[in-house]
């Protein structure tokens, strides 16, 4: 069963860094498009970083803090998360192609 697996969450205070890993079970280096969502309590998911050939898109909110990226060679994706503020606080989702991660919490403390 292909799937995906997220990992890096947790709690951080204000100003701190977190790396979210998204691990895919199936190659990923013919996937062009990937990226990463948030779901905060009371608010419908939004999209936060995402990456297609070429091209790499964030939101307003993040941009100059979060950078995705990918590791072709460990069906990896990744979020590094500079500079946190509460307002960063959701669960957050991977997606690679039509996979979804199960999603993984992020808690920063102001």
């Known amino acids: 069963q292909v799937q995906l697996v997220e990992s890096g969450g947790g709690l951080v205070q204000t100003g701190g860094s977190l790396r979210l890993s998204c691990a895919a079970s199936v190659r990923i280096f013919s996937i062009t498009t990937m990226g990463w969502y948030r779901q905060a309590p009371g608010k419908q998911r939004e999209l936060v970083a995402e990456?297609?050939?070429?091209?790499?898109n964030y939101a307003d909110s993040v941009k100059g803090r979060f950078t995705i990226s990918r590791d072709n060679a460990k069906n990896t994706v990744y979020l590094q998360m500079n500079s946190l503020k509460p307002e960063d606080t959701a669960v957050y989702y991977c997606r690679i192609g039509a996979l979804w991660g199960q999603g993984t919490q992020v808690t920063v403390s102001s």
């Open positions: 990456s297609r050939t070429g091209f790499t």
